[in-house]
Every structure is written in structure tokens, then in C-alpha cells.
């Protein structure tokens, strides 16, 4: 199939940026949408122009590296994938498709497709852990956990970090992100701790990091790859709350 | 020593080709030196101040709906919220502090609606080529803000005509009942119509306004029930509030 493809390009930080059409002709529907992008790539480079850059990693949906609006969707039109495992048997010949990166100020663009995420780790580092003794690994059993916390705590787990919560998001929020990480340590044993001040520090930093405040569209489960559900946000507020009563 | 034992030291070294070249960093913003209070905490005043405000809802409505009892039963009850708690509390006591109450409410509901707002404007410079698809939830979310200041100007307008009597045809002295059947009487359809689509404007507020306030206080569970029971508490209220001008547009009410 042959497809319009107009895609962000942006030569670094500093440059104003554009949307730039290109025609790509011989798409085979069994590409994905990566691959599309590989081809259109090696066209480009055979033609002597500069390839457009975007991240990706694994290409199987657990890394979290192939961040990009596809038509003002984060990830594309297939729901709980991410854009590597959309497949272009969903487009039809003579589609058009935008293709743009994530857009937050605490996002920047490094170059045409790709963000610099670090806010998220530095969200991370400012609580999404738990302090413990790295001694040898503990027996088992040594510590319970129920079976439906441990499967609601995997859930929130599998957030693989790639943002597009932030990008749908109509306030560009990390909520769903920062919720996720509170949700996962806060239902485990290990991480009733530091579940208040955990809470409080992840929560103060996607503040600082410039993200806007929850105002529960919902638009973020609607686009995350791991269907990372709004209930985590529930389980945040609660946890922020309850931290910031008890010390002011 | 180590010199000597040089070949127990296991040492690697990598060598950096263009792939693995370290990125240049994009130098990070200088961090705000004022500390802000964080926007979950506004949320928070948001969700109590509304709370504050649809229980104010509730109980204006409950007084609207005794126009179908009568006059007598309508401007009674309006005398009886003026001198509730009489003699123990002054004339108005009561009445004053619910009103200082709700001027709280709805300024620390708009001063948070708004630094919120111009928060997440900030937070995205950029906007997106491509008209964003909303893949959730509808009209009622998306109209939160704009819906909000319309239901602002309604209340200035509402207060203007029914409180203070200065739109009213009966004027400030007439009595309640007589104020509220001139508001809405036939003629002046335009009021009515205008009040409808301010009510239903509410109504939206009221049905994200209602669950998400939960949420925002970490109470929200098992969503489908707590969105139903949003929308139809908001459908409640819309319906109490329309009846009213309605029955005395349509004359049911004289």
C-alpha cells in the first residue's frame, strides 16, 4: 500500500521543528509500524537525506522506548499496544498518518521523534524504591503477601515508563505514571515503610518537574499500553493525603 | 602491591564507538527556588469546596421545590432561613454564615480551578498537529473548565435577578414567590432558556465533578457503579432545578 506519512522533524532542542510530508509507496501490511518507519528510513538515507530519528528497543511492548503520537493517539489506534506492536494492516492504502513526538514541557525533544524522559527518573529516584538490606535472598514464604494484592501490585508493575499517560493527557499529567509506582510498592509488604513519605516525594517531584495536575479524564488508561487502571490514581491521592495530614 | 599483583585485577575497559557514545544531556531547568503547593493538595480543596457546594445544591433545591406547595409555604420558608436559630442567634446568623461559607467554597474552588489550569497549559507548550483524540471519558470532562466559568457568570446573573432583585420586574421588596413567578413568566422566555441551558451546563459539572472529587480524595472504587451514581445524582438535581422555571414558564405555576 502506498501512505502519506507526515512526520515531526526537528533537527535538536533548539530548532523550531516542522511536520514534513513524505510519500512512502510498497508498504506490505505485515510491517510494523517501526518497520514502515525502518523503510521510509533507509529510503532516506539512500536518497542522502537525514533519517528521521525515534527511539526503540525491544519491539515487543515491554520497553517502553517507542513513544509517539500516531494520528493524536499515543501509541496508535490499537488499544493496550505500543507502537511496535501496531501493525500496518490496520492503515489502508492512501492513509494519511501524523506522526509526532510526545508533547510536555518536561519532555523535550531531543531530535525529530525523540523525547528525553529522564523526569520520569528522576520521579523515580525520588521514591519509587524501597530501602532495604541487600543481603541474600529471603526464603519465599518468609513474607505473605495475598494473592489479590500481589496480582494488583503486578498490574500496576508492568508500567513500562514509556509516556504516553503524559502525552494524552489534556493537563500533560504523569499521574497514571507516578500512581502506578505507589500503587505497586504501596499494596506489598516491603513497601509499607515508606508508603507516606514515598507518596509525598514522588508526587512533590512530577510537581517540580513541571507536570500538570490530575483531572481525572481518563485519558491516560485509555492509551496505556499496559492498561495501567485509574484506580492507581485513587490509591496515590489516598496514600499523598493521608502522608501530608499526618506531618503537615 | 597492586602493581605486582596486577594480573589478579580483572580491569575492562569499553571502548566508546559512536553507538555507544554517552548522549548530550539537555541541560535540565533550574529548579524553582518558591516552594508551590502541589497540585494534588488543589485538587483536594477542590474536591471539598465542591463537596461544599453540592451540598448547598441539595438544599436549595429542596427550598425551590416548595413553590409547588404554595406561596405561603414558599416565602415562609424563606423567612424561617432568616431567623432560624432566633433568638438564640442574631437575625440572619445562621443565613450569614452559610453565605460567608459559600463565598469561600466557590473562591477556593475557582483560585484552585485556575492555577491548576495554567498549570497544565504550561505543561504542554507544544501543541499537537494532529486534532488529539479523546479516547475516553465525554462532553461532561471536557467542559469542566469552560463549563465552570459559564456557571460562574450564571451565578452573578442568578444573584442579580433573584437575590438582589436588580434584573427582577417585581424588584428587591417584592416577596420571594412573587420574584421567582416574575423571573420566569412567559414572556420573558429568554430567562427561562437561558437558566435551562445554565442548569444543564451544572448538571455536566456535577456528573464528572461528583465521582471525580472522590477520586481525588483516593475514595473512588468500583467505577462503573461510582459513575452511575454520579450521573444520576447530577440528573437528579438537573431535573429538580429545571422543574421550577418550567412549571411557571408553562403557567402551572401562577
Partial sequence: MNLTLKVWRQSGPDDDGRLVRYEIEDVSPDMSFLEMLDVLN??????GDDPVAFDHDCREGICGMCSMMIDGVAHGPQKNTTTCQLHMRHYKDGDTIVIEPWRARPFPVVKDLVVDRSAFDRIIQAGGFISVPAGSAPDAHATPVPKLDADDAFDAATCIGCGACVAACPNGSASLFTAAKITHLGLLPQGQPERG?????????????????????????????????LDTIARMNADYLKASRKSG | MRRYLAFLYVTATIDRGKATEPVTQVPSRPRRSRRRVSSNSLKA???????????????????????FAGAESFNGY????????????????????????????????????????????????????????????????RTMRWGGVIIFFFVIYHLLDMTFGVTNPEGHDATPFARMVAGFEPARWYITVFYVISVVMVGLHLRHGLWSALQTLGLARRYPVLKASAAGVSA???????????????????
Avoid at chain 1, 513519605?197 to 499500553?225: I, K, L, W, Y
Avoid at chain 2, 475557582?110 to 507544544?126: E, K
Wanted: charge should be positive.
Fill in chain 1, 197 to 229: 513519605s514515598r507518596a509525598r516525594a514522588m508526587v512533590e517531584q512530577m510537581d517540580e518537574e513541571g507536570f500538570g495536575g490530575c483531572t481525572n479524564t481518563g485519558e491516560c488508561t485509555a492509551v496505556c499500553p499496559k492498561g495501567i487502571p
Fill in chain 2, 45 to 67: 480543596v477542590m474536591a471539598v469546596s465542591g463537596a461544599v457546594l453540592v451540598f448547598f445544591l441539595v438544599a436549595h433545591m429542596a427550598g425551590n421545590l416548595k413553590i
Fill in chain 1, 42 to 47: 533507509e529510503r532516506l538515507i539512500l536518497a
Fill in chain 2, 78 to 141: 424563606a423567612a424561617w432561613l432568616r431567623e432560624v436559630g432566633y433568638p438564640l442567634l442574631p437575625h440572619r446568623g445562621v443565613l450569614t454564615l452559610l453565605e460567608v461559607g459559600l463565598v469561600v467554597a466557590i473562591a477556593a474552588h475557582m483560585y484552585s480551578a485556575i492555577v491548576l489550569a495554567r498549570r497544565a497549559a504550561h505543561a504542554r507548550p507544544v501543541k499537537y498537529a494532529a486534532r488529539v483524540k479523546s479516547r475516553a471519558d465525554g462532553y461532561a470532562t
Fill in chain 2, 236 to 254: 437528579l438535581l438537573t431535573i429538580g432545578f429545571l422543574v421550577v422555571p418550567l412549571a411557571i414558564a408553562f403557567g402551572v405555576v401562577k
